[in-house]
């Protein structure tokens, strides 16, 4: 028959086993979460350096670096795998923005989008239901969550979208001075 010590200390580490799994488990998914938002704005940063470097060869400039001058983004061997579909849909997103200022066709920012979606909204909203309301309302143009997601942030940083996590979820909020400033028919033209 077991001692009702030994019995009791395997309760005791079987209890201390299954906590620090479950506080790895939450480190994980917090890491992943940074791991995607950082992925998202490195995609969006190629993005742009894309569409800077054909906006500046469109241009003649001589004095800027071309795409043989400036090193690739650096990429970190575990994350790899993840940005092989952003290494990839860099060039779509940056001929589009090009298809679209040559054939004059300029929709509002996405920037300008999430802030004026949230402008609108009582309570705090995830980057996929501010995506999915934005791409109903937007239904020529693609919008994914990552894309929100980093407009968001960008919001965050300059103080007219505030940031509450709960858990692992991330919900954000027009500042009291963006949702109540802005007039109905200014409302109207940001979700336009």
């Known amino acids: 028959m077991p001692d009702s010590k030994t019995t009791n200390l395997k309760a005791q580490y079987a209890a201390k086993v299954t906590d620090d799994l479950e506080q790895n488990t939450a480190e ?5 979460a940074e791991i995607d938002a950082l992925q ?3 995609t969006s940063l190629e993005q742009d350096r894309e569409l800077l470097l054909g906006m500046s060869a469109a241009l003649g400039d001589a ?3 071309q795409p043989a001058d400036v090193p690739g983004p650096r990429r970190v061997r575990k994350a790899e795998k993840t940005t092989a579909p952003a290494k990839k ?7 589009s923005k090009k298809a679209a ?3 004059g066709e300029k929709g509002p920012a996405v920037t300008d989008l999430v802030l004026g ?9 995830t980057a996929a239901e501010i995506a999915k309301a934005l791409a109903d309302a937007h239904p ?7 894309v929100v997601r980093t407009s968001a942030e960008r919001l965050v940083a300059r103080s007219k979208v505030e940031r509450a996590k709960q858990g692992a979820t991330v919900y954000y909020t027009a500042t009291a001075h963006h949702a109540s400033g802005a007039t109905p028919a200014e409302r109207e033209k940001a979700m336009a």
């Open 28 to 32: 994980q998914e917090r890491i992943r």
């Open 40 to 42: 998202a704005r490195l």
């Open 63 to 65: 004095a800027s670096p």
């Open 89 to 95: 849909a860099a060039p779509k997103a940056a001929t």
């Open 101 to 103: 200022a040559a054939t």
């Open 117 to 125: 979606h949230l402008s609108l909204q009582d309570e705090p909203r």
């Open 140 to 146: 020529g143009r693609k919008i994914s969550d990552n």
